[in-house]
């Protein structure tokens, strides 16, 4: 089974549309979402797909009802979950999905999941912890780091690949990188590690 794993993607239409387009050429069958939509037009786009999709929820997502309500609607695909972190069993493995990055590396060393998927820094990352797969799939804004990137995580072989999405829209630029680092200490975001 192939699972197509996407975060963050901060209201960014045009990205999480080419992310769909490149993930409907891959024969994907469930579509992992790890929070950061922002607006609930995001969650109609992810509800009116033909994959279902499975989200929980991120700092960035305010527009609750709507969401859930995108979720509700008729022949929706959307499921969502109603913490920050869920559990899921698909393709026979064992998956934490979490939108926190603080969450990865302890319940990969719990023995209890062969796959941590997590969000929020934004920084794309895979690694074994304990026979874990422990992934970062990176962010669909391209906000961050300049990179439109999501994970393609096969059941069968147990393996997980990053894809990085061309033809993109972003809102980084060197203004708004340097004001982020001059100003981490006032801005107090809980994940330092996208503004190095």
């Not at 022949?75 to 559990?87: A, G, H, I, K, P």
């Not at 999501?150 to 894809?163: D, G, K, M, R």
Request: charged fraction near 20%.
């Amino acid at each position: 089974m192939l699972l197509a794993i996407i975060s963050d993607i901060h209201e960014n239409f045009h990205n999480l549309i080419k992310t769909l387009e490149d993930i409907n050429t891959r024969n994907v069958e469930y579509i992992i979402c790890l929070g950061d939509l922002m607006n609930a037009g995001i969650a109609k786009v992810l509800a009116m797909q033909d994959i279902p999709c499975f989200m929980v929820w991120g700092n960035n997502d305010g527009e609750k009802v709507d969401i859930m309500q995108a979720a509700c609607r008729e022949n929706s695909q959307l499921s969502v979950s109603l913490n920050t972190y869920d559990f899921l069993e698909l393709g026979g493995k064992k998956i934490f999905i979490s939108h926190y990055n603080d969450l990865a590396e302890p319940m990969a060393k719990s023995g209890l999941y062969d796959a941590v998927f997590y969000g929020h820094n934004h920084l794309m990352k895979k690694e074994i912890i304990n026979n874990v797969h422990v992934v970062n799939p990176g962010e669909l804004a391209a906000q961050k780091t300049g990179i439109c990137s999501y994970a393609i995580y096969n059941t069968q072989e147990n393996s997980v690949e990053l894809i990085e999405i061309d033809d993109i829209i972003t809102l980084k630029s060197e203004v708004f990188s340097q004001y982020l680092r001059d100003n981490q200490h006032k801005l107090k975001f809980r994940s330092k590690d996208a503004f190095q």
